[in-house]
């Protein structure tokens, strides 16, 4: 039996294609932090997380409101067949099927919403968003959230791909030396093997903006981690772990390991730490810390795989990975442009 660690994997899926073609957009300076309002971040940096940027930003630079934004950039994400980690085409749970969270949180109005485990549907955080304006309740989930989302019609779509699928069979057949997928026992050993690593993924997307009034609005959305026990929640749908929105500092949101967001409150901590003063870039720095020093005394070693990013009122953008050797950036696009920003490794690899 192959053994692959699922807890030090590491994002890959946001950096590819970030040599994509910027269309419109142009790049400016690498340095400084971009300070103007409006303003909009999306984790993804490839050619569809560019088109994301730009069409949250046609919105926010036209007036609109950073919560028509952040919908409009992240539904884009979510209806990208070839991403494999957020919405449709994200990669399956352990039974092959495709379970989706999502969250919106609305600094504005003091509002969120979620949904957890939704099947069958392209955009989650589109119901997310309806939970958030025309409930009393924050999070729906499961068979009940897929009920609700058909009465405000939208439609149920088989979400995996044959890519997905694809990973997924790979997946069946090397994970186990203890069932029946895979070639005959007896010619196992005869054939020439291509198994190459399994890669395990917790892509998601956030996307944060602050529109020219300065409200602030927020959506984490992913297809959770790979080949997940079925009815596994992560952290994205949770309203203070994968997502937080204050209308008076900032917002936050995770990519990663979910697990270690939700037990350390991440987004929410990341916020607060903006509300005493810090800057995006020190808030995300100060929650990997926070995750690292409650593993030492557990296992000094483990550093599990978590990206985060914070933007602050005044449209400042910070992003830190907790381990690695290539520091991890993500499309931020204001008045003066479409730009790569790149952040800070927590705690990098030598
Ligand atoms: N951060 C995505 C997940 O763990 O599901």
């Known amino acids: ?44 940096t490839n050619e569809t997380g560019i088109k994301a940027t730009e069409a949250g930003w046609d919105i926010l630079s036209s007036g609109g409101s950073a919560l028509d934004a952040v ?12 991403g494999t980690s957020v919405g449709y085409g994200g990669i399956p749970n352990e039974h092959g099927v495709v379970q989706l969270d999502a969250s919106i949180m609305d600094g504005k109005t003091y509002s969120a919403g979620s949904v957890g485990c939704l099947e069958n549907i392209k955009t989650p955080c589109s119901v997310a968003r309806i939970v958030m304006e025309r409930t009393d309740h924050v999070m729906l989930v499961g068979k009940d959230a897929l009920e609700f989302a058909k009465k405000w019609g939208f439609k149920e779509e088989d979400l995996l791909t044959e890519k997905a699928r694809k990973r997924w069979l790979e997946w069946k057949e090397n994970h186990s030396d203890r069932d029946d997928w895979g070639p005959p026992e007896h010619l196992k050993d005869l054939q020439p093997s291509d198994e190459k690593d399994i890669e395990y993924t917790t892509g998601t997307t956030n996307v944060l903006a602050v529109d020219k009034n300065g409200d602030v609005v927020g959506i984490t959305t992913t297809s959770g981690l790979s080949y997940k026990i079925p009815g596994r929640v992560g952290d994205s749908p949770i309203i203070g772990a994968g997502l937080y929105v204050d209308n008076e500092v900032g917002a936050a949101a995770a990519t990663g390991r979910g697990e270690d967001v939700i037990k350390s409150c991440s987004s929410f901590y990341m916020v607060m730490r903006m509300k005493e003063g810090r800057t995006p870039q020190q808030a995300c720095e100060d929650a990997m810390k926070l995750i690292v020093d409650k593993y030492k ?32 950036s993500m499309s931020v696009m204001n008045v003066s442009g479409y730009r790569r920003h790149q952040g800070t490794i927590a705690f990098p690899v030598e």
């Open 71 to 82: 919908e409009k950039a992240a539904n884009i994400i979510e209806l990208d067949g070839e």
């Open 297 to 328: 005394k557990v296992n000094p070693k483990f550093f599990p795989g978590e990206t985060f990013r914070a933007i602050n009122k005044q449209g400042e953008v910070g992003i830190c990975n907790m381990r690695g050797r290539r520091a991890p």
């Open 1 to 44: 039996m192959k053994k692959i660690s699922r807890r030090n994997f590491f994002n890959t899926s946001l950096s590819l294609g970030a040599g994509a073609m910027i269309s419109r957009a142009f790049s400016f300076a690498q340095t400084g932090n971009p300070s103007s309002l409006p303003v909009i971040l999306v984790a993804h």
